[in-house]
């Protein structure tokens, strides 16, 4: 009987040791659960850990104390302090994606006051100097993601070529197939933060430049390639509906209303003193009506016989008090000039000319006014024999967007040729602070070329067309 209760008791102890052991190595409590002060084990030392975590040491670096250690196969690693190992990252719904430190980041939400953000982490100019390549390959396939502040990016002659391009370019290249994608915040691009708490660079107005190239291989001698490229201001006040590739005035351009507006005529050749602008007739349209009582104020120039002209370094400004010499006519529809959405002029003009526009909104940082160019005569007339009447609209600029092929020809029995058609648009608004929708201005210009060559030896040809 005494044979029998002893065993009874040896059989006990032995299992209640093994299920000890086993809930140490695992992870888990039998008994009673020790009461007390929680430690943050991931904040303790490596030692520390080792010690009185060893069940934790085992769940993240899967090493028990009894194990061999041979680092033949697998190398030694030390232990990573804490703060070398970043900060916790989690998505937009709480959930847990990894662990480390944020390098790069530009994120832009609307609509709200100051949503566009650019940072760049301490550790992009310490670590990888301010210049990020990841890349990857499978087969034929090849992928590339850039993000700098100096990179060589060149799309093509008409299009996009830019020594110091700063922001993000991803590249992909296949045995026929070639893409690039470019984006950037050219207003306020950012700058490494000195510290891993500090914010990064807030905008709520900016200027974002997006591009994209292509390019496919047709047959063995030639290629045909589409480019597309966009610069526009972007508020992050609106809606992402309500911005445009177009562009949209931002919070400064729009700040007023226009009460003025100057227009400068010069000689768009003023070195050889002649033949500069000649203005025969002007006039003003306010929302599709014409306007004879806001008569302008010129300075400059010289008048003869009925006819204003600026030669040489002499320029002619004409100024227009809107504010001031503003009436409504029969056929308008508005009462003042704050209601005004849309302004046109109409020149008669002629000779070696230059047009150039500013308004009261229209202002550098200091205040003063800033010209843009309108239109400029072709070549270099001086017998009044282009006399041309001219239109357009007032407006700030909010965006410009180029279309571009190319077409290529690589060594076809000695030719080779090289072509390119470029669309160009430029976008502008007319800035008017009680409005949300406000008139949009378009200019059109056009570019392209052509270049051919043969090459039989010892003979060789070259021409081109532009």
């Known amino acids: 009987m ?9 059989t006990a102890g032995v ?35 080792k010690w009185q975590y060893p069940q934790s040491l ?28 970043g ?25 709200v006051t100051s949503g566009s953000t650019v940072r760049k982490g301490p550790k992009y100019s310490r670590w990888f100097q301010s210049l990020i390549v990841s890349s990857m390959s499978k087969g034929q396939f090849y992928s590339s993601m850039t993000i700098g502040e100096a990179l060589r990016t060149t799309l093509t002659p008409l299009t996009f070529s830019k020594p110091a391009f700063n922001g993000v370019q991803w590249d992909f290249a296949a045995d026929k197939y070639q893409m690039t994608l470019l984006a950037s915040r050219l207003a306020s691009p950012g700058s490494a933060v000195q510290f891993e708490n500090s914010l990064g660079q807030i905008l709520g107005d900016m200027t974002n430049l997006f591009g994209m190239h292509s390019k496919v291989q047709l047959g063995d001698f030639s290629k045909l390639g589409f480019t597309y490229l966009n610069i526009a201001n972007f508020s992050t006040g609106r809606k992402l509906g309500d911005n445009s590739l177009k562009g949209v005035l931002t919070e400064a351009q729009n700040g007023g209303n226009v009460e003025t507006i ?33 008569v302008p104020s010129p300075r400059g120039g010289v008048r003869r016989a009925g006819v204003i002209e600026a030669n040489g370094a002499e320029t002619l400004e004409l100024t227009y008090n809107i504010a001031r010499d503003f009436r ?22 002629a000779n070696d000319y230059r047009i150039e526009i500013t308004s009261n909104l229209q202002v550098n940082a200091q205040g003063e006014p800033v010209f843009l160019e309108v239109e400029r005569a072709h070549g270099n007339v001086s017998d009044g024999s282009n006399q041309r009447f001219i239109r357009f609209e007032y407006g700030l ?70």
């Not at 299920?19 to 303790?44: I, N, S």
């Not at 937009?92 to 662990?99: A, E, H, Q, V, W």
């Open 2 to 10: 005494r044979c029998m209760l002893y065993a009874a008791v040896v």
């Open 15 to 49: 299992a209640l040791l093994c299920d000890a052991a086993f809930a140490q190595r695992v992870g888990f409590l039998t008994g009673r659960e020790p009461r007390g002060v929680d430690v943050y084990e991931m904040a303790m030392t490596p030692a520390q850990r």
């Open 58 to 85: 085992y769940h993240f670096y899967r090493w028990t104390g009894e194990e061999y250690s041979n680092y033949a196969r697998q190398n030694y690693e030390r232990y990573v302090s804490t703060e070398l190992e």
């Open 87 to 111: 900060f916790r990252t989690y998505d937009l719904y709480g959930n847990y994606i990894t662990r480390g430190f944020e390098v790069y980041n530009w994120s832009m939400d609307s609509p």
């Open 262 to 294: 100057v227009l400068r005529l010069s000689d768009d050749s003023p070195e050889d003193g002649v033949g500069g602008a000649q203005l025969f007739a002007e006039r003003i349209i306010i929302n599709g009506v014409d306007h004879p009582e806001i």
């Open 328 to 349: 409504q006519q029969p056929d308008d529809e508005i009462t003042t000039f704050q209601e005004i959405s849309e302004i046109e002029f109409e020149l008669v003009i």
């Open 397 to 466: 600029p909010t965006g410009k967007d180029i279309i571009g092929f190319n077409f290529d020809i690589d060594d076809i029995k000695g030719f080779n040729m090289r072509s390119e058609l470029a669309f160009s648009r430029a976008f502008r608004r007319f800035p008017n602070q009680n409005f949300l929708d406000h008139a949009l201005g378009q200019d059109d210009c056009l570019a392209y070329f052509l270049t051919a060559s043969q090459d039989a030896y010892p003979f060789f040809e070259y021409g081109d067309f532009y």
